[in-house]
């Protein structure tokens, strides 16, 4: 069984994190870190998707992106069983542990789910058209590499500058092209400080210290 391991460049996040920056509760953050990326998923497709960071579950930046798919499907009404079904085969037909952080699913999303003979879930109207509600709203929040695996998210919408990119601080929200942290210009602003005078300390657009307090304020 392969294991997801704690790695420069793959981003860190606990339930905490994952809650902040996709905007769900975290008891049901906490739950989908206990049961689905601990052990459902692993039963599936015979990879561990977390790891332990000071006894802390933890998982990388593609488990959040499968994460912020996982959720966005349930809010649409499809089953948990329909979901767990659909990436157990999505996994075996693309041969990745992470189907739903693949452009894949969005390009080819007809014949993945539905035009083979041999594939695991039974073609469904219903499933097909709001499989492709969510992927439409993914596909418009995620930057893919030329791999087509997810490299950025966009939690705002790629119109705005905050960006989760694994490469930088771990992984955390930042400015899109630099280090700064969206919540240490939030805390300047609850601070006091205007957006005027963040801007000019760290030499960014007041546009941009607007999209951090807005995508903070929303966590």
Known sequence: MRNATPQIGHGIYT??????ILKIPYPKANYWFNYYAKQKLSNTTDYIYHFEVKNIIAVNFLTLIEMYVFYALKEKGVRTSKIIEAHTAMSDLLQTAYPFAKEDIYVNNK??????DDQLITADKNLQIV???V???FISKVHFNDDRVAKKFYPLGKEKCVVVNPENQFGQPVIDGTNILAETIYNLSRG??????IAKLYDITA??????IEFAKAA
């Open 15 to 20: 339930a905490a994190d994952a809650s902040r």
């Open 207 to 212: 546009n941009q210290v607007s999209d951090a």
């Open 131 to 133: 499989i492709v509600q």
């Open 111 to 116: 014949s993945l789910l539905f035009g083979s």
């Open 192 to 197: 006091g400080d205007s957006h005027e005078y």
């Open 135 to 137: 992927l439409k709203t």
